[in-house]
């Protein structure tokens, strides 16, 4: 097996959160490699540039203004779009406005006792809110957070309201040239004999001070060494079983590390994109966002503020998994009934006016196995146990290591990057 020359740092994923890291060790002079089991980088951020306007696969917003990615959005100019907060609701009396939405869903989650961690349905069923102002909250905690609502955890829905609040969550914003600029910002710099593409992990044998990747790359087995190790898979590969594509064993084990990720789940979200010939949602005036309870899509959103022939479809958590696996076609046909009960027009009507669509299934790709995480109930410290460092030798980071309530964003997995990066320059010139 041959062995690659030792570096400084050896960083797991070339996601955001392993971009920002290996960024900030090359700013303090420390080497590091990026070994990326997909043939590109940019992990769950996937931006088709085929169409006029940047199709996101992957993540599309930027939730409210957190400070970091803001502070680099603003060096790279990159340019920013912020999105209507107009929201439609669907019900028995068709489309209608719902300028109340936000409140509604703060009059719920207001409610729920930090101290008393249960599942966030078992909350809704207790909670002095109308039928109507239920149906929206877990609509919008099942869809935004990707969760079962009869697993996530309800303090942590608290946490994560908190956090939005601090950082203005209720905008919404999109980078005019999709998120695939802020992955080609953050590798500007890095020279392709440091990034290994289409080299997958299986196993890491470490000891204090120094680790050792064995992986499958396109050339053969091959060795990486070095003294310190970034981790920054998501966590549906974390939890991968032994032997399973993508999975990652480490020798010796990390058990606190596994009880952590046991108490984590990752979240399933079904997103299909469509292009049509035209917009025929107009008729009910500018809007963002449409909370249609279907049981297909649930929620759909256009590209506003831009004049665009595209309308996302979005399910999350239960409502994902019933769609999970199907080939996308098959999806598409599920999508037109939901619109076709949203909007009032017929089946064929719509399917003639699809000209394309897009879609990635996560759920089904090895290297990330879902969406995003969340806390279940009991996991609410589970992310900062799995953020801690192992004897100073291996970092964990990505958004499933967030514990301050903003876990599934990119600034979560961005924060993470850095933070587990300055770690280790921190104790680099303990030496």
């Known amino acids: 097996m041959q062995s690659e020359e030792m570096t400084d740092v050896l960083i797991i994923g070339a996601g955001v959160a392993g971009l920002a890291a290996w960024r900030e060790l090359y700013s303090a002079g420390l080497t590091s490699v990026i070994l990326e089991a997909r043939d590109r980088i940019g992990g769950r951020i996937l931006t088709d540039r085929s169409t006029t306007s940047p199709i996101e696969l992957g ?40 300028p109340g939405y936000w409140k509604i869903i703060e009059k719920v989650n207001k409610q729920i006792d930090p101290s008393r961690e249960i599942a966030y349905d078992q909350f809704l069923a207790a909670v002095d809110a109308l039928p109507f102002e239920k149906l929206v909250a877990k609509s919008y905690v099942e869809g935004f957070n ?19 609040a601090e950082i203005d969550g209720q905008r919404q914003f999109r980078l005019s040239g999709g998120y695939g600029s802020l992955v080609d910002w953050l590798a500007a710099d890095l020279q392709s004999n440091r990034l290994y593409l289409r080299t997958s992990v299986g196993e890491i044998r470490w000891r204090r001070g120094h680790v050792e990747a064995m992986a499958d790359t396109p050339g053969g087995d091959i060795i990486f060494s ?87 479809g979005w399910a999350g958590g239960s409502a994902a998994e019933k769609l999970i696996g199907l080939p996308p076609e098959d999806l598409l046909d599920r999508a037109i009934q939901s619109l076709a009960r949203v909007f009032g027009k017929p089946n064929g009507w719509l399917r003639e006016r699809v000209d394309t669509i897009h879609y990635h299934d996560w759920s089904h790709d090895p290297f990330s196995r879902g969406a995003y995480s969340y806390p279940k109930v009991g996991g609410l410290e589970a992310a900062e146990a799995l953020a801690k460092p192992v004897n100073d030798t291996i970092f964990f980071a990505g958004e499933a290591t967030d514990f301050r309530g903003a876990n599934g964003t990119v600034h979560a997995a961005l924060d993470s990057g850095i933070s587990a990066a300055r770690r280790i320059v921190v104790a680099w010139h303990r030496k």
């Open 59 to 98: 993540a599309e917003f930027v939730h409210g203004k957190p400070q970091a990615l803001w502070s680099i959005l603003k060096k790279a100019r990159l340019q920013v779009n912020e999105c209507s907060d107009t929201r439609l609701v669907s019900g028995e009396g068709g489309l209608r406005r719902c």
């Open 146 to 164: 990707a969760a079962r609502a009869e697993m996530i955890s309800a303090s942590a829905i608290a946490i994560g309201d908190r956090a939005s």
């Open 226 to 312: 070095a003294v310190r190790l970034i981790v920054t898979v998501p966590l549906g590969v974390l939890q991968a079983p032994p032997g399973a594509p993508g999975a990652i064993q480490f020798v010796p084990s990390l058990q606190q590390k596994e009880a952590a990720v046991r108490r984590l789940e990752m979240g399933h979200a079904v997103k299909l994109v469509i292009c049509f010939s035209e917009r025929f949602w107009e008729t009910n005036g500018r809007f963002t966002f449409v909370i249609s309870f279907d049981r297909e899509m649930p929620v759909w959103w256009t590209q506003e503020p831009l004049a665009s022939n595209v309308l996302t």
